[in-house]
């Protein structure tokens, strides 16, 4: 009875330290209709487990010395998620533990396909992605009187999850759905590269503006066109007064967010003033995204008459107007810095491979005879190198270097016993960077994608392609697989046809592109390209 007493109130510690923790591991699990209970005490006693190491002997560092290793002058003092994540591997080999602080569960850190294939295929309905805690947060406790509940695909766990999902889910990841928006996809595409020219010296080829900086506007008008069906005109010289706001205030949510979601923070315990000020940006993003809705519904009133097919919100809206609106936010959220990092990422291995560059432009001549010729969804359909290009881009640079779950079952990975409701970190960049699962994995490859009876002059060479199918996720895996997929690949695809039909691109950077490790990769410091006009 004691025990049961003491038990209770140590998990009442556990979950529900202050307001911000309850919605962590614990009642994500609890969400789970199979997993009442908070007890993460393993049930298996299979001989798999019983033959198993224990979990005490993963290895890895104590609390103390990771904290050592980051104070000034410590091991990792100053290192970015990825350098930090080489060492550790290094030093404590293919599984690690890094212990939880904080407030925060232990992280296994692996880098053994066997293990992602194991988590993945026993992760259920109803996967446990904890990622960013102050959405959660902001939503659920900040402000319940403009989210009503709803935290949101990203913060939401468990059945509430799924709700939102499965309604969801044929809104986004429906190819023909997604693709209907090509005409102004392919608009704004067309609004960069003349944006662009404006941009170009046309003595050196090369920009006199931040190529990154116009990227991420692309990314913010094709986005938000998409999720609040508004032009905010980012790439004309008279933007929406509110766009540059917004943008500025998003950019700072991932700022903040890396801060006080990735690194250890005392907020969930006390609200220090930089706090305060991320949950202010919440509140701008939330003010601005809110009133772009609300005259797009006045807008859809008026033209309630028309005939042709509803756009992505207004399929949203007449799902749920609230899981519309913290849906639309997350397409902001989500798919802004990854589709920008992603194209520019893509564009640089084009730029360093003109070979393969030259190949990609035959394939977009035969598609694009005249440069302004009008993109379809007939002649956008067999476009099988340049799919090729953008996988074999992410393939080497994944923007999102690792998958994360927390772990539904009891699991035997790489020989230990990890407990259910242990985070599981799958580190898929080194591994689809490893000759052990891609030859010349260093090398620009796009034929390695290609299916053997490919058309075209292209010579496919599939054997270059790992067999493992979870050594490559860049948009993560099963039905929590990223929902943004869809758009991202249509946005990504229209502006590398336009872009290299037009122009052959080099790279002019002093080093191989460089990129900061914040939430996701992001490309940094000299970016720089040549853009030649082609003739026509
Ligand atoms: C190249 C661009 C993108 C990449 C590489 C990317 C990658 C990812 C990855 C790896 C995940 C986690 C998946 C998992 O845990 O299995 C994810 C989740 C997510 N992404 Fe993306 N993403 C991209 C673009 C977008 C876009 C454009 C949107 C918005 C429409 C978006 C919205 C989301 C959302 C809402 C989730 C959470 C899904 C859920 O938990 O159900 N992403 N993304």
Redesign the pocket.
Known sequence: MWKSMKYQKQLGQRYQLCAGRPLSVGTALKQQTHLELLDTTPTRTDEEWLQAKPYAAVPGPGTCRVLSYFLPGGKLYNTNLIQMNRRMREWYGDIYRFPGMLGKKDVIFTYNPKDFESTYRNEGIWPI?IGLESFTYYRKVHRPDVFGGIGG??SEQGKS?SDI?NKVNPV?MKVQNVRQNLPQIDQISKEFIDKLETLRDPSTHTLNADFHEQIKMWAFES?SYVALNTRMGLLTDRPDPNAARLAQHMSDFFNYSFKYDVQPSIWPYYKTPGFKKFLETYDHITEITTNYIETAIERFKQEEQHTGNKCVLEQLLALNKQVAVVMAM??LM??LD??SS?FVTILYHLARNPVKQTQLRRELQRILPRSEDVLTAENTKNMPYLRACIKEG?RITS??PG??RITTKDLVLSGYRVPRGTGVLMGVLELSNSDEYFAQSAQFIPERWLKPDTDGDTQSCPEARSRNPFVYL?????P??????R??ELE?ETLLVRLLRRYQVSWLGQTPLQYESTIILSPHGDIRFKFEPIPD
């Open positions: 992605r695909l990203v999850w999902r986004l986005i997350d397409m989500a798919g990854t589709t992603a992410l923007i999102t998958n994360f860049p948009f993560g895996f099963g929590r697989t990223c929902i943004g997929k758009i991202a990504i």
